[in-house]
C-alpha cells in the first residue's frame, strides 16, 4: 500500500518506536509514581524521559510544565473548558478543526460563553492577524488558533497573533495538530501560554497520546480528577502540573513510544522533514495543475506559507468515490470528505463533496507520489 494519509496517523511508525512499545509491555508495564518498587520507579523514570524530550523539541526548561493526554483533542478541551469562564469570550480561526469548533459550541449552547471566528486569509498575514484584532471586545479572555490548516495546509500567522493577544491581555493556545514535528516550535521565543499536540501524527508516536504544554500562570480546570500518587490525604485534585491534569494510570506504553518518536524527528530535524515532504507536495502540485480535470485551492504551496498537506477536488466526482478508487484500483490511501474541519471548507467553498487530502511523510518516496499522478490522470470522468 501506498500510504498518504498521514496528516491524520503517520504510518509506517519508525522501528525504534515499535521496539519501545515492545520493550515498555515487557518491561516497564507498572504504574509510575504509585509505588516504591524497582518497576515503579523504572516506568517513572521512562516517562520523565519523554517530558524531557518534548522540552528539548519545544525549547522548554520545566518538565512539570509537560501534560500527557489521550489526544491532542482532549488537550484542547482541557484548555477551552478549563479556561473559559461564565460570561468569557473567546476568538478561533476560519480554519479550525472540530476539537476546538465543537467544546466551544456547547459551551455556548449551554449559554455559558461566546465565540467569534476570524477570517483567514490565506498568505496574506497583516490581513489575518487584523482580523484576529477586530473580533477581540472586552470580554475576550482566550485565542485558540492552529498553526496549519489539516485540510489545505496554511501556515497561520501564530506568532504575530499570540504576539497580539498579549497586548490585550489576551491568553493564546496554539493547536499544533499538524505542525509538531514538522514546524520547529520555540515556546521560549514565541510566548505560547498552551501547545496541544497529537502523539500520533508528526511526531510518529502511537495512537492515544497526546501533549498539552502549559507556558502560563493561568492554569485550566482539569477535566478529570482521581488518583495522582501526590496529596494522597486531600480530598481535591493537586493544584501543581503535571498531577492536576494526569488523573489515573498514565498511557506508559504510548509515553514510551513518543519518547522514541520525538527521538526520531528531532535525529532528522523538522527542517529536514518539512522540506523533504513539502518537494514531494510541489512535485504533486505541479502535475495536478496540468490536469483539467483536478481543482486545486491554492497557489503553488511553499515551504514558508504551507505544511505538507494538499487538499483537490476532481470535477464531477465526490471526493469519497475518488479515495475509493485510488484504494481499490491502486491501493493508495487517502483521506476524503471533509477532515472534521467544516469550517475550513467553508472558507475555501468545498462544503457540499469535501476535497481528497494528500499528506506524505519522512517514508513517502518519490515513485509514490509518482504513482498517484499516474493514477489521477487515468481516472475515468
Known amino acids: ?91 478561533i480561526s476560519s480554519f479550525e478543526h472540530n476539537s476546538v469548533l465543537r467544546p466551544l459550541e456547547k459551551l455556548k449552547q449551554q449559554n455559558k460563553i461566546s465565540y467569534s471566528v476570524a477570517n483567514v486569509y490565506p498568505q496574506d498575514d497583516d490581513k489575518t492577524v487584523d482580523s484576529f ?81 502549559i507556558n502560563s500562570d493561568v492554569l485550566p480546570e482539569s477535566l478529570v480528577e482521581g488518583g495522582t500518587g501526590s496529596n494522597s490525604q486531600d480530598f481535591l485534585q493537586p493544584d501543581f502540573t503535571p498531577d492536576k491534569y494526569e488523573s489515573g494510570t498514565l498511557n506508559v506504553v504510548g509515553i514510551c513510544g513518543l519518547k522514541n518518536g520525538i527521538d526520531f524527528v528531532m535525529n532528522k530535524s523538522p527542517f529536514v522533514i518539512l522540506n523533504t515532504e513539502m518537494s514531494y507536495i510541489r512535485m504533486l502540485y505541479k502535475a495536478l495543475s496540468k490536469n483539467k480535470n483536478i481543482v486545486l485551492y491554492s497557489k503553488m504551496p511553499t515551504v514558508e506559507n504551507f505544511v505538507p498537506v494538499l487538499s483537490f477536488s476532481v470535477k464531477g466526482m465526490n471526493s469519497e468515490k475518488v479515495a475509493s478508487y485510488l484504494n481499490s484500483k491502486y491501493s493508495i490511501a487517502v483521506r476524503a470528505g471533509l ?39 487515468n481516472l475515468k470522468i
Open 133 to 213: 484584532r477586530k473580533a477581540f471586545n472586552e470580554r475576550t479572555k482566550l485565542v485558540v488558533c492552529t498553526h496549519a490548516s489539516n485540510v489545505f495546509g496554511f501556515r497561520l500567522p501564530v506568532e504575530r497573533i499570540c504576539a497580539l493577544c498579549h497586548n490585550y491581555g489576551i491568553l493564546f493556545c496554539l493547536d499544533a495538530a499538524q505542525s509538531a514535528g514538522v514546524i520547529d516550535i520555540d515556546i521560549n521565543d514565541s510566548g505560547f501560554d498552551y501547545v496541544c499536540c497529537a502523539g500520533h501524527k508528526g511526531l510518529y508516536g502511537p495512537m492515544g497520546v497526546g501533549v498539552l504544554v
Open 1 to 91: 500500500m501506498i500510504y498518504l494519509d498521514n496528516s491524520a496517523t503517520t504510518f509506517p511508525k519508525p522501528q525504534q518506536v515499535i521496539n519501545s512499545v515492545n520493550q515498555a509491555m515487557r518491561f516497564y508495564s507498572a504504574n509510575p509514581g504509585r509505588s516504591g518498587h524497582d518497576l515503579s520507579l523504572k516506568a517513572a523514570q521512562k516517562i520523565f524521559d519523554c517530558r524531557q524530550a518534548v522540552c528539548s523539541l519545544f525549547n522548554i526548561s520545566d518538565e512539570s510544565k509537560v501534560v500527557f493526554t489521550s489526544g491532542c483533542t482532549q488537550s484542547l478541551n482541557t484548555v477551552i473548558k478549563g479556561v473559559l469562564k461564565q460570561g468569557d469570550h473567546c476568538v
Open 339 to 377: 477532515h472534521c474541519s467544516p469550517l475550513a471548507h467553508k472558507s475555501m467553498k468545498s462544503l457540499g463533496e469535501g476535497t481528497v487530502r494528500i499528506a506524505p511523510s519522512v517514508f513517502t518516496t518519490e515513485n509514490d507520489i509518482k504513482r498517484l499522478i499516474f493514477a489521477l490522470n
